[in-house]
């Protein structure tokens, strides 16, 4: 059974950073052809991608944070990671992280506010 976890978020002054990680459960990820993704939503709008790592390892970012965010792997660990930095009050919201290994796997998000 596939579970995802993620943790990191919290509160975070405008300029700060914060790295989110999604811990995942019943996946390899050197075994298994899988996608990794980071997605967020704010209230009222609909859930974005930020960054998203292909089975290939090459990755994608959206455009509203491309120079500010890395997303990374741990293939031992089975484990993905976000660093944000320079955050703003917009990045305010609630993270997922998603995995893509023949069907879509959700973890249950963490809410991340910027705010002084």
């Known amino acids: 059974q596939v579970q995802l976890v993620e943790s990191g978020g919290g509160l975070v002054q405008p300029g700060g950073s914060l790295r989110l990680s999604c811990e995942t459960s019943?996946?390899?990820?050197?075994?298994?052809?899988?996608?990794l993704a980071w997605y967020r939503q704010a209230p009222g709008k609909p859930r974005e991608l930020i960054a998203f790592i292909n089975s290939d390892g090459s990755k994608n970012y959206g455009d509203s944070v491309r120079s500010r965010v890395t997303i990374s792997r741990d293939n031992v660990k089975n484990t993905f990671y976000l660093q944000m930095n320079s955050l703003n009050p917009e990045d305010t919201a609630v993270y997922y992280c998603?995995?893509?290994?023949?069907?879509?796997?959700w973890g249950p998000g963490t809410q991340v506010t910027v705010s002084s």
């Open positions: 998603y995995v893509r290994r023949l069907r879509d796997y």
């Open positions: 019943g996946i390899n990820f050197r075994r298994d052809n899988v996608a």
